[in-house]
């Protein structure tokens, strides 16, 4: 058993109270697995098993081993989540994932292909697990429909460097494109049974080390971005005006879609507002403790 701490450890406190203390209004009788997408930032070992196949992707019915060497630099908030609530998890995030490689296609050496994408990999994956059947007779997924939640956080890679913020995306695509690419994959999670939705909107990437300004601790070319422009604030400045854009669709875009368009009868969301929480961790750092 190990404890939460840091800002994964804090977010996971709060992503399990929260929905502990909305189950009434969800009408979630009990809070039982998290099957999570996204990309670094969730993957426990997904990618290293891409790596270490040379680029083959887990057989169904892979059990993904929880992992505290992590690209987020220890345990996942995801597997925080599900030591705190006490419940199943089932992480198809990859590393260096995007929504989708029709719109932002990125190559990776180490497996000799692009990084696999949420909708093309990552939801597929799911939904041949979810149809699994072990040696048991027990089906690999427990999930009941009224007792999981399903996770996206995506669009770091898809805002960042060699995709849209070095306007490297596919031809004719646009940021709008993204964001559709997100409702597509939850729909189709719902069209397989998910009706209790989490969507985590995107960090402050502007203030990351790769898009910062230099007061922030910004930097130059990298083993990241080897070809980095020299205008660091030129820089940051389209990431903060990407990242808003984004959140502030998703803010919008989701109740619009539940409520007007009807596009998921049935089902509950909850937009997590991973931009604020990182804004309040940073401010927080200023602050002479205690501040909590």
Known sequence: MFYPCGLFGAFACLFGISLANSQDIWSLHQFKSLVAFGDSYTDESRM???MAHHGLSPPIGWVDPGNNDTASGGYTWARFVAEHAGIN???????????????????FSPIDAPFPSVLEYEVPAYIEDSKH????????????????VYSIWIGTNDLGNYAFITDSQVANKTILDYIACVYSALD???ENGGRFFV???????????LYATPEHHGVGPN????????????????????VVNVNNAF???TPFELLIRNRYPGSKFAIM???GLYCLRISAQHVVPPWV
Not at 199 to 209: D, E, H, I, S, Y
């Open 273 to 275: 507002d991973m931009f």
């Open 89 to 107: 998890l089932y992480d198809y995030a990859v590393s260096g994932a995007a929504c989708s490689n029709n719109i932002t296609n990125r190559f």
């Open 223 to 242: 083993h990241y971005w080897p070809d980095k422009p020299t205008n660091l604030t030129e820089i940051s400045y389209r990431m903060w005006e990407q």
């Open 133 to 148: 059947v072990a040696a048991s007779g027990d089906k690999f997924l427990h999930i009941p429909p009224h007792e999981t």
């Open 188 to 190: 189709k999670v719902y």
């Open 199 to 209: 969507l985590m909107n995107v960090a402050p990437l502007q203030l990351a080390p």
């Open 48 to 50: 290293n098993y891409f």
């Open 251 to 253: 803010k919008y875009q």
